[in-house]
């Protein structure tokens, strides 16, 4: 069993910075691949960003590419995500969840919420 705990959620103005974190409380943390999605009322939880085990491979939502950076550090049981030049259509709930992934010639091509997932945190981007 593990808890997913976000933060680092807030509003910022367009252009701006925010950095997420999300630690994980339970055993093996070192053992999930670990992502970021975002959730708008009334529309689908979209992947924004996955890494691996180790942290050596990401995913990024294409439109996300160069703008948001996503860490682990395994011996805290934390997972960041740096996001920069932030616009208003970035307004979101942002949950950190253990993932699934698919990679083609190992690359990470596809990844889904699995079995724990956070509260979120809100993230709110002001024109």
């Known amino acids: 069993q593990l808890e997913v705990v976000e933060s680092g959620g807030g509003l910022v103005e367009a252009g701006g910075s925010l950095r997420l974190s999300c630690v994980v409380r339970?055993?093996?943390?070192?053992?999930?691949?670990m992502g970021w999605f975002r959730q708008d009322p009334g529309k689908e939880l979209e992947a924004v960003s996955c890494i691996s085990l180790s942290g050596d491979k990401t995913y990024y939502r294409d439109s996300l590419k160069g703008r948001f950076t996503i860490s682990r550090d395994n011996t805290k049981n934390t997972v960041y995500l740096q996001m920069d030049n932030l616009k208003p259509e970035d307004t979101a709930m942002y949950y950190c969840a253990t993932v699934r992934t698919q990679e083609t010639l190992g690359v990470i091509d596809r990844c889904e919420a699995a079995t724990y997932r956070g509260q979120g945190t809100q993230v709110t981007v002001s024109s």
């Open positions: 339970g055993r093996h943390f070192q053992m999930y691949h």
